[in-house]
T-cell receptor
Framework: AQSVTQLGSHVSVSEGALVLLRCNYS??????LFWYVQYPNQGLQLLLK??????LVKGINGFEAEFKKSETSFHLTKPSAHMSDAAEYFC????????????FGKGITLSVRP | GAGVSQSPSNKVTEKGKDVELRCDPI?????LYWYRQSLGQGLEFLIY????????KSGLPSDRFSAERTGGSVSTLTIQRTQQEDSAVYLC??????????FGPGTRLTVT
């Protein structure tokens, strides 16, 4: 079985500050890891994914995440927050070789202060 | 190109009525997923279709829920005898490689 933990439900940063959203996962087999963003009243948009290879992955809008197997983590970062980054962020895992269904964390709402 | 579309965008129904939610995946995508997003449970997997294989129904919460996919394209999620706890946003996603899933805007279901 797989699971995702996103601690906290809300993060607030100032515009221009570092964004760090934490994600820890549990999986019995090598995982695929994803970050999705959801803007109000919209569907989910993929920010970035880790499947194999390089553990530091870059995504859209300046976001990146690093897969750390020893820490079972996949934290999302962005060096400088922008007002348009305000949204809800979901970390998700699927298992290699399985039916690829996504198991999501509870999500974190990011607020950006001017 | 066109993304995943879902209809209706909003549905209000009375408790006990049946509802049908529709998903049009991206053309050529062989995999199709349904998820449910609710305040209490977050985002939950419901059902998965891949080509002509038998669907994975392991996430359906009760036998009141069913889904079909016709011709390997359009999918319909049916909820019979709706209950208030069925109120949620139902999201559909499709994929060509079972790695990157593209989500539709969702159907917001309210059961009164």
């Amino acid at each position: 079985a797989q699971s995702v933990t996103q601690l906290g439900s809300h993060v607030s940063v100032s515009e221009g500050a570092l964004v760090l959203l934490r994600c820890n996962y549990s999986s019995s087999v090598p995982p695929y890891l994803f970050w999705y963003v959801q803007y109000p009243n919209q569907g989910l948009q993929l920010l970035l994914k880790y499947t194999t290879g390089a553990t530091l992955v870059k995504g859209i809008n300046g976001f990146e995440a690093e897969f750390k197997k020893s820490e079972t983590s996949f934290h999302l970062t962005k060096p400088s927050a922008h007002m348009s980054d305000a949204a809800e962020y979901f970390c998700a895992v699927s298992e290699v070789g399985a039916n690829s269904k996504l198991t999501f964390g509870k999500g974190i709402t990011l607020s950006v202060r001017p | 190109g066109a993304g995943v579309s879902q209809s209706p965008s909003n549905k209000v129904t009375e408790k006990g009525k049946d509802v049908e939610l529709r998903c049009d995946p991206i053309s050529g995508h062989t995999a199709l997923y349904w998820y449910r997003q609710s305040l209490g449970q977050g985002l939950e997997f419901l059902i998965y279709f891949q080509g002509n294989s038998a669907p994975d129904k392991s996430g359906l919460p009760s036998d009141r829920f069913s889904a079909e996919r016709t011709g390997g394209s359009v999918s319909t999620l049916t909820i019979q005898r709706t209950q208030q706890e069925d109120s949620a946003v139902y999201l559909c996603a499709s994929s060509s490689d079972s790695l990157e899933q593209y989500f539709g805007p969702g159907t917001r279901l309210t059961v009164t």
